[in-house]
């Protein structure tokens, strides 16, 4: 709603009180807040696992809570700021807490955030006044907001709240995330307060967004998981041609195949959650954008898979899995999408040489255990030499890809039992099928199946 009834601005979402419930589940569950309320080891996985569950319900409330999660880390970077909203946002009560939102993306571009046009002018008394627009503002409900804008010095961040100034031109009619505002905001003169360094908003606004690039992995094997759970039930249950499908030999390869992309994504997001706990910065950096690649492009052609096995009524809005696949695909848009994040690996392996040493030295912790994984890692050398060539953004999707299967299976080597672990490197590091359901002879399905319906 952008007027009231006698043509004053208002600027406000109504959203249905279903969604407050959702939202209010994650505040108050302190999914957006517990590292930073109780920093103590492991926070940040038992959030990343409250994270994995809530995005199975919905990802449209999840927004929000990550942003809010995100926005701690990067606020800090200016200590009054920090001091006067941390206590806030990580407050776990829904009314009087608040929540944080990011505003980066300008009409012209936004994976290329320096082509921001938005204007942050001084206002003479330390802070700043903005006048521009954001074409892309999720949950403008938010109560703060990190948004980037031209200063004297170059592209900075600020942060912003909602009020006079900032008002909402339309919201968009989006793919999915469907339950969620996004929006086009236009400021006008809005009062900004700078974090960080003024000239150094990217470097400010990416500690909020390599934070939310974790939650994209989480989000993503979190609807993995629920869209997986969904499709064996369902086969467990319904029969065709005389037998149960979950007991017919081709529908078991599709969800023993279903069932080890989800845990390798599950298994990859939680292993990336516990380098922000141990704040293992070289490997914590590689193995987002590692992982956001391509954990996340595995989203939706497993979802559509998943949404398959219910035949037509998984195509059928009265099933969740028309929802799951749709929503699914944020994960791989938003923050960075693929070529981004293929881009985003270049530039770690030139900028932060002690990234991929790290990142292939947890690779190599599983090595001598599979025969698979270890001619795949003699490989991966082959792979990382075409990135030092000049044709390296050329071969770059491909090694990235490369390095997160390496990952995923020295992980699940070391953690997953040997029937997953084994079929998932027989399967995925080799020349296999491209479809799912093409999984190789020799592989427990049985157990696989089994084991994807253990909650
Ligand atoms: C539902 C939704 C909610 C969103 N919410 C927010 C929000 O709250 N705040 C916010 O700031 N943004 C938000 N975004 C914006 C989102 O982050 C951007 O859409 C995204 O960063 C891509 O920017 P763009 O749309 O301008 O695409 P572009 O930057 O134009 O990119 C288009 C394509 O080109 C690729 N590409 C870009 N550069 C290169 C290159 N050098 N080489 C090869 N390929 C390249 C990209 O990977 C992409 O596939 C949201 C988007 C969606 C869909």
């Given at each position: 709603m952008t007027h009231d009834r006698y043509g004053e601005r208002v600027d406000l979402v109504d959203y249905d009180p279903s969604w407050h419930w959702l939202l209010r589940l994650g505040v108050e569950r302190e999914i957006a807040s517990l590292p930073w309320r109780e920093?103590?080891?492991?926070a940040h996985v038992v959030r990343a696992a409250l994270m994995h569950m809530y995005t199975g319900i919905s990802s449209g409330a999840a927004c929000p809570i990550s942003m809010t999660y995100s926005a701690v880390p990067a606020l800090r970077r200016t200590p009054e700021l920090a001091a006067e909203w941390e206590p806030r946002l990580t407050r776990p009560d829904y009314e009087s807490g608040a929540l944080a939102g990011m505003a980066m993306t300008e009409r012209q571009g936004g994976s290329d955030v320096?082509?921001?046009?938005?204007?942050?002018?001084p206002d003479g008394d330390g802070g700043y006044r903005i006048t521009g627009?954001?074409?892309?503002?999720?949950?403008?409900?938010?109560?703060?907001?990190?948004?980037l804008a031209q200063a004297p010095a170059g592209l900075s961040c600020f942060a912003v709240e909602r009020g006079p100034g900032f008002r909402i031109d339309r919201l968009k009619d989006k793919l999915g995330t469907r339950s969620l505002a996004s929006s086009e905001v236009e400021f006008t003169d809005l009062p900004a307060r700078l974090?960080?360094?003024e000239g150094?908003?990217?470097?400010?606004?990416?500690?909020?967004v390599n934070h939310t690039r974790l939650d994209c992995l989480l989000g993503t094997a979190g609807g993995m998981r629920r869209?997986?759970?969904?499709?064996?039930?369902?086969?467990?249950?319904r029969s065709a041609f005389g037998a149960r499908l979950a007991d017919q030999p081709l529908m078991r390869n599709v969800l023993a195949d279903l069932a080890l992309e989800s845990e390798a994504a599950t298994v990859t997001a939680m292993r990336v959650a516990r380098s922000y706990d141990e704040n293992d910065v070289p490997f914590r950096r590689f193995a987002t954008a590692v992982a956001k690649y391509w954990v996340c492009k595995r989203g939706a052609p497993l979802a559509v898979e998943a949404l398959e096995c219910l035949g037509g009524n998984g195509y059928v809005e009265e099933s969740p899995m028309p929802r799951i696949y749709r929503d699914i695909q944020i994960n791989s848009t938003w923050e960075g999408s693929g070529n981004v994040m293929a881009l985003d690996v270049l530039r770690a392996m030139w900028k932060e040489p002690d990234g991929l040493p790290a990142f292939l030295a947890e690779c190599h912790l599983a090595a001598g255990a599979n025969a698979h994984l270890d001619a795949h890692l003699g490989r991966l050398d082959t792979d990382l030499a075409a990135l030092t060539s000049d044709d390296a953004q050329w071969h770059a999707r491909r090694?990235?890809?490369?390095l997160a299967l390496a990952l995923q299976a020295s992980l699940l080597v070391r953690n997953a039992p040997p029937a997953i672990a084994d079929a998932f490197?027989?399967?995925?590091?080799?020349d296999g099928g491209r479809a799912f359901g093409t999984l190789p002879s020799g592989v427990d399905a049985g157990y696989i199946v089994e084991r994807a319906l253990v909650v």
């Open positions: 920093p103590r080891a492991g320096r082509a921001n046009t938005s204007v942050a002018e627009h954001k074409w892309f503002c999720s949950h403008p409900m938010c109560d703060v907001f990190l948004v974090v960080g360094e150094r908003g990217v470097p400010a606004i990416i500690e909020m869209a997986v759970a969904e499709a064996v039930h369902h086969a467990r249950h090694a990235v890809e490369s490197c027989a399967a995925r590091l080799n």
